[in-house]
């Protein structure tokens, strides 16, 4: 009796061993085929997107020159903190240029690609979706900033500053700034993915890069304003801009008359 006792025990003991060595093989293979899924959508959203991007560079409406900015500084002897409490709106420039170095930096700044692997950005965006397409129009063109090369592609070498400055609101200074950075939008990149939320996430993005181009040009000594009072359809046309891009925002940057 006993005997026969201890035997079905040994039995129950093995049996339920082995459903459990069964169910942890079992849990682990659906957690590790879960994990390879997960793997495989990151992978395949950030290929999206950077062909997204890729795709948006590549518009009719530049096959101008192209002109490879130098590598942004990642130093500087202006803290952050010196930076934000210095910072005031300038309206008032002298007519000495920036040069390439300080627009690379201010452009960089604003949407520069700060991780190579991923195309991530100096300011954040939801989803990683970037919406936002910078512009600059400076004494000799219009160019189109292209962050994946840090490169600029000239639109027009004509000098539109003095029709920029008409097309917001007559804001005379503008034309003396040496250049002025205009912030577009292309909010399907957002709204595709976020729907009628996603317009906020556009207009909180643009505020990011505004602010961080305002803090760079404090930080390189520079005045910059940023513009909100501008006829959209005016500015679109003087870049000769698709419907699709928005501008939201103007910051002209220069030196500060004496
Ligand atoms: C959304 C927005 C739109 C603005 N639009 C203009 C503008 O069209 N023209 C202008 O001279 N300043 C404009 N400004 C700058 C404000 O006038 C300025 O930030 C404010 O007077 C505070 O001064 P501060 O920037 O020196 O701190 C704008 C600021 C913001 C945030």
Redesign the pocket.
Known sequence: MNNNFTKNLVILIKISAIIFIFFILITSAISCMSLKNLNSYITYTIKERLTSIKDASLNDFEKGEEIMLPNPKLESKVSLEEALNN?????SFSSKELSTEEISQLLWAAQGITKENTGFRTAPSAGALYPLELFIVKSDGAFHYIPDEHKLIKLTPEDLRSNLAQG??F?D?IADASISIVITAIYERTTAKYGDRGIRYVHMEA?HC?QNI?LQAQALGLGA??????DDSCIQKLLNLPEDYVPL??VPVGYKAE
Request: charged letters at 15%; one cysteine or more.
């Open positions: 910072r005031r709106s300038v309206r917001a609101s804001q200074f505020g505004c305002l304003v940023p513009i909100g009072a501008f925002y103007i």
